[in-house]
């Protein structure tokens, strides 16, 4: 079948499987159950192949990003029930990777590459980028870490800090000697309410959210045995 794209869990804990051949879920009898194609209500058939993102909603339906098209909504029969696609997009737009990163109160924030965040209503089903009249000339927001406190983080190459979905803005958390050169891969928000911040070169910091203050930070050699 290829090479793996992406790997995820629904919320039946099921595990699915993205390649070459499409959608493939593992049944309890680990067995793979192949979809090639998903069917859109018109009756056409959309491709499964080429998928490299996915983000399971709380209704167990499937927001996926394919190589060379648009954000697709699969519902839980697998049918193609919505497709995200910006209005204002360019003829570029649609041949890059869209990457659905969270749904936050009714809205589904995904990344266009070369092109930034944007975010869509899923209840007026209007899509703007995000932030809103930011200067094209910084580097591009990509990745979003959304915390039980109800704040929104977001990073790009040595930019992180908080969206605020309602105003269109992005306030950065100053943080210029650790993220000099480098980026957040990933972000936990613990009990304590602690952020453990994964980055691409520096290793591992941990966040104060109340001042924004660094509680420690270990770089890759202060992380070796």
Request: hydrophobic fraction near 35%.
């Amino acid at each position: 079948q290829g090479p793996i794209k992406t790997l995820f869990e629904d919320r039946d804990k099921n595990l699915w499987v993205s390649t070459e051949s499409g959608l493939s879920i593992l049944n309890a009898s680990n067995f793979f159950i192949n979809y090639p194609t998903a069917k859109t209500f018109s009756g056409n058939q959309l491709s499964l192949t080429g998928i490299r993102y996915a983000l399971v909603d709380s209704d167990n339906g499937i927001w996926v990003g394919k190589e060379t098209e648009s954000l697709y909504y699969l519902n839980q029969a697998k049918r193609v029930v919505r497709q995200v696609k910006a209005k204002d997009a360019g003829s570029g737009e649609t041949q890059n990777y869209h990457e659905p990163q969270a749904l936050v109160d009714g809205i589904l924030i995904y990344h266009v590459w070369f092109d930034g965040l944007r975010i869509h209503e899923l209840y007026t089903n209007l899509t703007s980028r995000i932030p809103l009249n930011e200067d094209v000339n910084l580097p591009e927001l990509r990745k979003v870490f959304p915390t039980k406190n109800g704040r929104v983080y977001a990073s790009g190459q040595q930019r992180f800090g908080v969206l605020d979905l309602e105003e269109g803005t992005f306030d950065k958390i100053q943080l210029d000697e650790i993220l000099s050169n480098d980026f957040v891969i990933d972000l936990v928000e613990t009990k304590d309410g602690l952020l453990w911040i994964s980055l691409a070169k520096n290793g591992l910091m941990c966040l104060n959210p109340n001042d924004n203050s660094i509680v420690d930070h270990w770089t890759r050699d202060t992380l070796k045995y």
